[in-house]
């Protein structure tokens, strides 16, 4: 069996299976990348629930993981030459688990780095302009009396959903010529274009039915069981 003892995370998160991949996060938008990336490639792992309501990504022991402070982040015990990963920012960890699996990240060059672009446009913009919105809209940001803050995140949605929407004509997927194909761009993006409905309830304010494309792709993404799966992992208190 794999001894993990070495690292302080699994004092505080004890693994059950630790020869297994642990995931320590929670189901944000950030955190469900990586679950349902693991869910997609059927890779067997263990999920630690990371309670960032309760401002654990703050416990030393995760801080010595992710110096960030940050969900999500991974102990891989099989990492590179047989030696343990551990790995943090959901972006990098899409792609390493795509390139250790072989999946959603194409060998192709060209489309290897299209998919990676879209990856970094979600990470750059999407998450931060879409996450500052929802503060701004249904969390503490909306007790601000001066609303230019809200009002410049709600424009840059928009605008940012404008993007999607006009890459995704004629498009299936985000990634590829025609059709297009599934991939770590989708996988990353999906969970704050639904966030903004669900969790931000914002989508009469944005007017998101008026994105036909990105509703129709969501709704797409939605419809994978691995996705589903994904979405509730790990388990809310």
Known sequence: MTDLSAFPVTQRWVAAYPDRLQLYSFPTPNGI??????????????????????????????????????????????????????????GAILVYLAEKSGAFLSADPVIRYETLQWVFFQMSGIGPMFGQLGYFHKFAGREIADRRPFERYLAETQRL??????????????????????????IATLGWVRALEITYQAGALIGLVKYQQVTAWLEKCLSRP????GLSVPVRP
Do not use: C
Not at 69 to 77: E, F, N, T, V
């Open 33 to 90: 990348k990586v679950s349902i990336m693991l869910e997609e490639i059927g890779m067997p792992y263990e999920a630690h629930l990371v309670d960032i309501g309760q401002n654990e990504s703050k416990d030393p022991a995760f801080v010595s993981l992710n110096p960030n402070g940050r969900i999500p982040a991974i102990l891989d015990p099989d990492g590179p030459k047989g030696q343990p990963l551990l790995l943090w920012e959901s």
């Open 226 to 229: 691995a996705v589903q799966r």
């Open 161 to 186: 959903l404008g993007v999607l929407d006009a890459r995704l004509t004629g498009r299936a997927w985000l990634v590829g010529d025609g059709g297009g194909e599934y991939s770590i761009a989708d």
